[in-house]
């Protein structure tokens, strides 16, 4: 895990409700695993794939490239999506202004978020960070 998303898991962790476990994962033997397993007091359980990116300047250009999700971490979310398997991409935007932003994807539009720009994203955006763990309640 780079920095930027080590600082991203740090933020999450320290917001984390009572009633709600998450547990960072360092896998180097499952290709394409998510990075953080979550689980709720009703044993809604779930997988976060951690990323960040810096926003563009021009709001239709994707935040994402399709180096930033590797095809073993596309397969993982497909395949967990076939199994109903919930999955999420949680991703920290960081825009020009030093202004950070956090939004939650599911898993099954995992293929198609190397192309989300700014409207696409904002679709998945969460005001704070307990609005954001609230998904897993």
């Known amino acids: ?5 080590q600082n991203f898991w740090s933020s999450l962790r320290r917001s984390l409700p009572y009633d709600i476990w998450a547990q960072r994962i360092e896998n180097g033997l ?3 695993m998510p990075d953080v397993f979550v ?9 976060l794939e951690l990323k960040v990116a810096h926003v563009p300047v021009k709001r239709t250009t ?4 399709r180096k930033d999700v590797r095809l073993a971490q596309l397969n ?7 199994y ?14 030093g202004k950070q932003t956090i939004h ?3 898993g099954h539009q995992v293929p198609q978020i190397h192309c989300f720009d700014e409207a696409d994203w904002n679709e998945y955006r969460f005001d704070s960070y307990s609005s954001f763990w609230e998904e897993f309640r």
């Open 1 to 5: 895990m780079n920095t930027e998303e």
């Open 30 to 32: 499952i290709p394409g």
């Open 39 to 47: 689980s709720g007091k009703q044993n809604k359980q779930s997988w």
């Open 62 to 65: 994707p935040w994402m490239n």
């Open 76 to 82: 993982w979310h497909i395949k967990a999506t076939t």
């Open 84 to 97: 109903s398997i919930p999955t999420f991409v949680a991703l920290r935007g960081i825009h020009r202004d």
């Open 104 to 106: 939650l994807v599911p």
